[in-house]
Nanobody, 123 residues
Framework: QVQLVESGGGLVQAGGSLRLSCAASGLTFINYAMGWFRQAPGKEREFVATVSDSGGSTLYAVFVKGRFTCSRDNAKNMVYLQMNSLKPEDTAVYYC????????????????WGQGTQVTVSS
C-alpha cells in the first residue's frame, strides 16, 4: 500500500532552519505531484508548497515564499521542504501529501497523506 513518512521536524529557535523529508513507497512516484500542508492547533489545515511530478515546477503559499524551498528526488522517492528564517507562527504539524498528475494547492485533491511531523518554533 502507499506510504508517506515524514521526518525532520523538531524544536528550533526563531530565525533557524529545518529540513523536512518525506519518503514515499507503494506508488509510481514520478507520476505524482507532491505537496506540503500544515495544521496549527485550533486552525484549519493550510497549503504550504507543492512540486510537480518532474520536480520542474513549484508553488508556494504567500506566507512562506522566499523562506521555504520544496524539492524532490525521483530516484530516491523523496520530497523535501527546506525551511529557513522560521517564525513562531510556522509552528504546526507538517504533512506530506501525494496527488496523481498535476500539482494543486487544493488539499482535497491529494489522495495520500503522511502521519505528519511536528515543527515548533520558539521565540
Amino acid at each position: 500500500q502507499v506510504q508517506l513518512v515524514e521526518s525532520g521536524g523538531g524544536l528550533v529557535q526563531a530565525g533557524g532552519s529545518l529540513r523536512l523529508s518525506c519518503a514515499a513507497s507503494g506508488l509510481t512516484f514520478i507520476n505524482y505531484a507532491m505537496g506540503w500542508f500544515r495544521q496549527a492547533p485550533g486552525k484549519e489545515r493550510e497549503f504550504v508548497a507543492t512540486v510537480s511530478d518532474s520536480g520542474g515546477s513549484t508553488l508556494y503559499a504567500v506566507f512562506v515564499k522566499g523562506r521555504f524551498t520544496c524539492s524532490r528526488d525521483n530516484a530516491k522517492n523523496m520530497v523535501y521542504l527546506q525551511m529557513n528564517s522560521l517564525k513562531p507562527e510556522d509552528t504546526a504539524v507538517y504533512y506530506c501529501a501525494g496527488k496523481y498528475g498535476w500539482k494543486t494547492v487544493d488539499a482535497d485533491r491529494y489522495a495520500y497523506w503522511g502521519q505528519g511531523t511536528q515543527v515548533t518554533v520558539s521565540s
